[in-house]
């Protein structure tokens, strides 16, 4: 954190960013590596979306692919057509990836937008809490409730949760991402919807049609319940570790010293340099959530990256 702040926190955060350049350019050559063990009429094949038996059309897209070229040649058509969007043809999707991948993408969002903030802060809050009281009844009960979180098959504790709040009370609905109602009045041509985002609880409020975001919101509840039950355990044991770390270090017992009261030392001393490790940990949870909460979406039949 000292050379951090030496050096200046904007000037990191570009160092930091610079670094990823080489490291997308390895994934591409790794990526582009592995397609070159199959032979040109293998990935022929793969190109072709019509009847591959047809007599000369394995040769014509060697040619148009130019698959026997030497690989450096491959590797600057293939890199320039990923820089320009062309990620490729989806057998699953029916359709080109990059386009698959904008379809599904809104939908993955909008669960983690609002799981993600939810896991963060009541985990750094349980976190602290727990670090607060250790060894005792606070701390005992948080650390049970994180183990059985983190034990859940997310499956199981999905389909619990509609089996109970969904098919016996009715409190929510069994899955999707709009009601019937709503979702034929965001299809429809004669509604005035208008897509700006894709997702439904920020599209509602910008087409001035509320209760489009209600009903969005409340299709998210069970799927956002069970997303935040199974992260949040890894973030209240980071946050406990790192709260109970800082509040052995030297500052604090300096801080108490000072006679500053409990409560100042662990909100304005502690918990800041508790957070470091628990933002790096939401980051990569976030990153990780995004590409794809594929358990959960299929679940609540949500159609989204994971899903896909």
Do not use: C
Request: aromatic share 8%; glycine share 10%; net charge positive.
């Amino acid at each position: 954190m000292k050379k951090v702040r030496k050096m200046g926190m904007g000037a990191f955060i570009i160092r930091r960013l610079l670094l990823t350049i080489p490291t997308l350019i390895g994934v591409t050559l790794l990526i582009f590596g592995v397609t070159q063990l199959f032979t040109p009429e293998q990935r022929a094949v793969i190109f072709l979306r019509q009847d591959p038996r047809r007599a000369g059309a394995i040769e014509g897209a060697i040619a148009k692919y130019h698959l026997r070229d030497p690989i450096i040649v491959q590797y600057q058509m293939w890199i320039s057509e990923v820089l320009q969007g062309n990620f490729g043809w989806s057998l699953t999707a029916n359709k080109p990836v990059l386009t698959a991948i904008l379809a599904k993408f809104p939908a993955t969002v909008e669960v983690v937008m609002f799981s993600i903030p939810i896991t963060i802060l009541v985990g750094i809050f349980l976190g602290v809490k727990s670090a607060e009281h250790r060894d005792k009844h606070i701390d005992h009960a948080t650390r049970i409730l994180s183990i059985i979180g983190y034990s859940l098959p997310t499956f199981w504790l999905g389909i619990i949760l509609l089996a109970i709040f969904a098919a016996a009370l009715g409190w929510f609905p069994i899955s999707g991402r709009l009601g019937a109602g709503a979702l034929n009045f965001v299809t429809s041509r004669f509604s005035g919807w208008r897509t700006y985002s894709g997702i439904y609880t920020i599209d509602g409020i910008l087409n001035g049609q509320l209760w489009i975001t209600l009903d969005a919101l409340h299709h998210l509840v069970l799927p956002t319940i069970t997303l935040v039950t199974i992260q949040i355990a890894l973030i209240v044991r980071v946050m406990r570790s790192s709260m109970l770390e800082a509040l052995g270090k030297g500052y604090i017992t300096a801080a108490r010293a000072k006679g500053l009261t409990k409560k100042e030392v662990i909100n304005k001393h502690a918990r800041k340099n508790a957070l470091i490790p628990v933002i790096t940990l939401a980051g990569l949870m976030a990153a990780g959530l995004i590409n794809g909460v594929t358990i959960t979406e299929t679940v609540f039949n949500i159609d989204g990256l994971g899903r896909w």
